[in-house]
């Protein structure tokens, strides 16, 4: 009978640590795949951008074994300010780019409703690695949206 009773607890003892080992996995991988991804971009691109109060949409070309792909995201600002401070933003519409991010989101087959709209006054700001990996940043003032468009090589 003691045989049994010391069993049963050891037995208690190993459940309760396998659980905390399953709970603190858990919460480990939650808060490494939760990370906004504003910090992303600071990872892969050095450019650190204000979080933004809302993330509105977001798509991607699905995983890939090196990381290449397409992405884009849509967030929303309430302070017009810290976006602006944030990047070294062009003011003149650019043709090229407009062209460049439209192939990005047609391969995403993004809606039309979820496009920026290039008829809008907007500001743009992109960036191209080593390897032809390519950032676009669009912000449209009047409605406070920034795209994030990424092509990754």
């Known amino acids: 009978m003691e045989v049994r009773y010391i069993m049963k607890k050891i037995l208690i003892l190993l459940s309760s640590i396998l659980l905390v080992i ?5 919460v480990i991988s939650y808060l490494i795949i939760s990370k906004p991804y504003t910090e992303i971009i600071q990872l892969n691109w050095d450019i650190k951008l204000p979080k ?3 993330e509105i949409y977001a798509v991607d070309s699905g995983a890939s074994f090196q990381g290449d792909g397409e992405r884009y995201h849509i ?5 017009e300010d810290d976006i602006n401070l944030s990047l070294n933003w062009e003011n003149s ?11 990005v989101l047609n391969n995403l087959n993004v809606s039309r409703e979820n496009m920026p709209n290039f008829e809008d006054n907007y500001k743009y700001y992109s960036k191209t690695k080593k390897d032809s990996s390519k950032i676009y940043f669009v912000f449209f003032p009047n409605i ?4 994030v468009i990424e092509d990754i090589c």
């Open 144 to 147: 406070k949206k920034l795209y």
């Open 22 to 26: 399953v709970l603190l996995i858990s």
């Open 75 to 79: 967030f929303e600002y309430k302070n």
């Open 93 to 103: 519409k650019n043709i090229e780019i407009e062209l460049a991010i439209k192939k």
């Open 52 to 54: 933004p109060c809302k």
